[in-house]
């Protein structure tokens, strides 16, 4: 059985590919410092997999803690890896935290790739590469534009990274996941997205509106131009994202990739307005939201999805909920989170 590492495992993205690699039989441990997480996660993790993941508490800007656990764990066969931070908006006001923190645990994990010979890495990349594009439809060829914040260059070098890394070191394959917008959650409810503080995101917003943690919600901008004036996304469930990197450690374990570093864009291939993305929430849920239009938010693109042809044809992907399920599960996943008295 194949041992997966996966650094940030606690996290939102994390915790769910966890459980979708138990669910297909691989072993898995994780890294996870809880700077952006909760460790009661794994309590989820269990409920769901009934198994209990090692997780190292380790902050993975320190090489000597990260090579402890390759020391400990000597039969590694892939690593995904989504520790970072990750809120557009902070990483303008702590850009040195942001490079710091994205930039050096990327370099030490490479190194424990390098010096522990582990053959496979997957890494979360974003639909931010691409910057503000020309055409709102992006493929993975697409030009990328200057990145609207410290986070994107995250990603964007980050990318570059581990391409001139994988050069030097033909014998390691990686693979680099354009999410666009990750939302919804498991179907169990009992993990999901646990944003800290007040949400910066859209679907987290809404939900907490709709129960009351926040009194209202403000729409950024219905004067672009797009077909309501709102800003268009590609909302994809969280699950289908989950998916998508157990399929890429496997298509990398079989060795089915033709070069050894591939990228593919992991979005429905569906653009959504953000009011269309309200109007499916209060339909789905037979809710009303108490929202307003606002001024523009600084840094938004305009409209942006995911040709997500390649990940289909070479992953055998194919997402599985439309943004009804994904608002529905949002929902369930915030009457949990009550019943639960976070
Ligand atoms: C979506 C739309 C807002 C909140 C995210 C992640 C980023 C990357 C890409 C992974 C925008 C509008 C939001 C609110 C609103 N994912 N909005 N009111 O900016 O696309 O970026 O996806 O790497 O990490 O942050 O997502 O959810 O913040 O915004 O009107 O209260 O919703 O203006 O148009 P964004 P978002």
């Known amino acids: 059985m194949a041992t997966i590492l996966v650094t940030g495992g606690a996290g939102y993205i994390g915790s769910h590919t966890i459980v979708d ?25 269990k409920k769901i997999t009934n198994q209990s993941v090692i997780n190292y508490n380790i902050d993975l800007t320190n090489l000597d803690d990260t090579r402890k656990v390759f020391i400990n764990h000597t039969k590694i066969d892939g690593i995904i890896h989504f520790a970072a931070f990750k809120a557009v908006g902070e990483s303008v006001e702590k850009p040195l935290e942001y490079y710091h923190n994205n930039m050096n645990s990327l370099i030490n994990i490479l190194k424990c790739v390098d010096e522990f010979s582990v053959p496979h890495f997957v890494f979360s990349s974003s639909c931010t ?18 990145a609207a914040s410290p986070y994107g260059y995250t990603k964007q070098i980050g990318e ?6 994988v050069h030097i ?12 917008n990750p939302v919804g959650a498991h179907p169990s409810a009992l993990i999901g997205e646990l944003p800290i503080g007040k949400p910066m995101n859209l679907v ?25 004036g709102s800003c268009v996304r590609d909302y994809i469930h969280v699950c289908d994202i989950a998916r998508a990197h ?12 033709q070069s050894n570093i591939e990228v593919f864009n992991l979005g429905t291939g569906n653009g959504v307005t953000v ?8 339909q789905v849920n037979d809710l ?55």
Request: charged share 25%.
């Open 160 to 165: 570059r990274i581990i391409e001139d890394f």
């Open 129 to 146: 590469v691409y910057g503000n594009p020309d055409e709102a439809c992006v493929t993975e060829q697409t030009p990328q534009q200057p």
């Open 169 to 180: 070191n033909p014998n390691k394959k990686a693979i680099l996941l354009r999410y666009f």
């Open 204 to 228: 987290p917003a809404i939900t907490q509106t709709a129960i009351g943690k926040l009194p209202k919600m403000l729409v950024y901008g219905n004067d672009y131009d797009t077909r309501d």
């Open 246 to 257: 157990t399929l890429a450690i496997e298509y990398l374990i079989k060795e089915k990739n």
């Open 288 to 342: 009303k939201l108490n929202y307003e239009i606002g001024p523009r938010r600084a840094g938004d693109v305009v409209a942006i999805y995911a040709n997500n042809n390649l990940a289909k044809e070479k992953l055998g992907w194919q997402t599985k909920y439309n943004i009804n399920d994904m608002m529905q599960s949002a929902w369930k996943w915030e009457l949990h989170l009550k019943e639960s008295n976070h």
């Open 275 to 282: 009011l269309e993305a309200i109007n499916s929430f209060e």
């Open 21 to 45: 690699l138990i669910d297909h039989g691989f072993e898995v441990i994780s890294i996870d410092n809880f700077s952006n997480s909760n460790k009661q996660v794994f309590e989820g993790i």
